[in-house]
Nanobody, 125 residues
């Protein structure tokens, strides 16, 4: 499984970015996908996850109401729309694929099974 994230960059506080992650393989639509992030000097943290069919989503409390995860199974792509960004959102963002189609409630502990290279998001104040 190869996951390629893109869309990171520098944005001012209050601005928006959309991250994309394209996965290789024919089984993308069978599995849950997620976004995680790691800020400098901090542990990796869960951001958002979406079930195999897109009908269920989970968000970290810190991003609820600001970030939206979505997927397009025809394009093997998962998105993270990030609005109202603030400097605390600055991090390397990673997309990940799980080995199940449904969602868990403890991604900070369990993570997911496959990881892509990250894309850097920098929010200036």
């Amino acid at each position: 499984v190869q996951l390629q994230a893109s869309g990171g960059g520098l944005v001012q506080a209050g601005g928006s970015l959309r991250l994309s992650c394209t996965a290789s393989g024919r089984t993308f639509s069978s599995y849950a996908m997620g976004w995680f992030r790691q800020a400098p000097g901090k542990e990796r943290e869960f951001v958002a996850a979406i079930s195999w069919n897109g009908r269920a989503t989970n968000y970290a409390d810190s991003v609820k109401g600001r970030f939206t995860i979505a997927r397009d199974n025809a394009k093997n792509t998962v998105y993270l729309q990030m609005n109202s960004l603030n400097p605390e959102d600055t991090a390397v963002y990673y997309c990940a694929r799980d080995s199940v189609g449904g969602l868990y409630s403890d991604y900070d502990k369990r993570g997911m099974d496959y990881w892509g290279k990250g894309t850097l998001v920098t929010v200036s104040s």
